[in-house]
Each structure stands twice: as C-alpha cells, then as structure tokens.
T-cell receptor, first 109, second 112 residues
Framework: DAKTTQPNSMESNEEEPVHLPCNHS???????IHWYRQLPSQGPEYVIH???SNVNNRMASLAIAEDRKSSTLILHRATLRDAAVYYC??????????FGKGTTLSVSS | DAGVIQSPRHEVTEMGQEVTLRCKPI?????LFWYRQTMMRGLELLIY????????DSGMPEDRFSAKMPNASFSTLKIQPSEPRDSAVYFC??????????FGPGTRLTVT
C-alpha cells in the first residue's frame, strides 16, 4: 500500500503558482521522494525526485522538509496542460514504484 | 527515442478467451514493470523484472495471470482465461535509474 498522504483534489488558476503537499511521516532515511503525474488518457510521467535537498528541473520544484516527513511539489506557473493527477511516492532504490490515489489538480483559465 | 511501445492499444475479448499484451521497453533500460489501472483500485503494480528476471510478482492477481520477459527488448502479460473483472488499462513501464520509470501509452482491455 502507498505510504504517502495527499489531498484528493486541488484547484488553481492559470498562470498562478501551485503548491501540492504530501505527507510521508514514516519515510526511512534511504527512501527517495518521487513525483509523477498522469494526464488524462495517458500513462504516468516522471516529474521530479529528491532525497534530502530541494530540487529544481524544467517542469517543477520539489521542496523537502528538513525532517523529510513532508514535501511540496511546486508548479511555478500553472497552465491548462498541467491539469492531471499528481502522485507523491516514497521509493527505496531498486524497488518498484507503488502509487496511491494522488491529487487531482484542476486548472481554470 | 520511441518510448515504451505497447500493443495492442485496445483489446476487446469475450470471457474465457486468452489475452496477450505486449511491451517493448526503451533500449538500454534494465527494469520493466507491468501495472493495471481501474477506477476502483487505481494504479496497481502487477510485476517487476530486473535484467529479465522477475523480482516482485506479489501483485499478480491469481494463476490466470502470467508474465514473461524472454529478452531485454520484449515482455508479455498473458491472461488465461480472461474474466470481465480483468477489464482495465494495463501499463508497461521501463527504467534504467530506479524510480524514474517511463510509461507506455497503455492497453485498454475490455472483457465482455
């Protein structure tokens, strides 16, 4: 079973930043935090991952709490194309990803 | 790259028939995963191969399901006999770096 907790849904307006929270209170010291998203009628796609430090890439930023019990995926300027289900996953290296229910993000114009 | 290739994209079959889903992972990737997605159960891991060897098949529902990976460039998921409750979207994914899997477009299976 998934070990992370995410809100079922969130709403945003286009061009505004979005902060998607995730709780992983039982995370171990060697587990990575991965974020994937699934656009309608598509397979999941990798967004970003991190271990302890905050991470940035062209898609998003990942802010990891100092105690690692929570993280936040940041979309700096939401677009309509960012409407998707976002999954936060704890993952031990070498094991398969286990998906929870994720957060359904709606973006309005 | 062409990404993960799955075939067929859609499959409609009658209960009791054998169904074979196919996957071609991204060249060079050494891990392959099969997932199933339904509205009720979400995205479930069925099986995970590493270097063509099954590592974790605890998600395979029952003996009706079997998966093989005869070489690094091909995998199959077979359901025999199929049942209506097997209707779902089946995704294949592959990875080189653990945790950064690339997913295929999925096969939508309907069993009537």
């Amino acid at each position: 079973d998934a070990k992370t907790t995410q809100p079922n849904s969130m709403e945003s307006n286009e061009e505004e930043p979005v902060h998607l929270p995730c709780n992983h209170s039982t995370i171990s010291g060697t587990d990575y935090i991965h974020w994937y998203r699934q656009l309608p009628s598509q397979g999941p796609e990798y967004v970003i991952h991190g271990l302890t430090s905050n991470v940035n890439n062209r898609m998003a930023s990942l802010a990891i709490a100092e105690d690692r019990k929570s993280s936040t995926l940041i979309l700096h300027r939401a677009t309509l194309r960012d409407a998707a289900v976002y999954y936060c996953i704890e993952n031990q290296a070498g094991t398969a990803l286990i998906f929870g229910k994720g957060t359904t993000l709606s973006v309005s114009s | 790259d062409a990404g993960v290739i799955q075939s067929p994209r859609h499959e409609v079959t009658e209960m009791g028939q054998e169904v074979t889903l196919r996957c071609k992972p991204i060249s060079g990737h050494n891990s392959l995963f099969w997932y199933r997605q339904t509205m009720m159960r979400g995205l479930e891991l069925l099986i995970y191969f590493n270097n063509n060897v099954p590592i974790d098949d605890s998600g395979m529902p029952e003996d009706r399901f079997s998966a093989k990976m005869p070489n690094a460039s091909f995998s199959t998921l077979k359901i025999q006999p199929s049942e209506p409750r097997d209707s779902a979207v089946y995704f294949c994914a592959s990875s080189l770096i653990p945790g950064t899997a690339r997913f295929g477009p999925g096969t939508r299976l309907t069993v009537t």
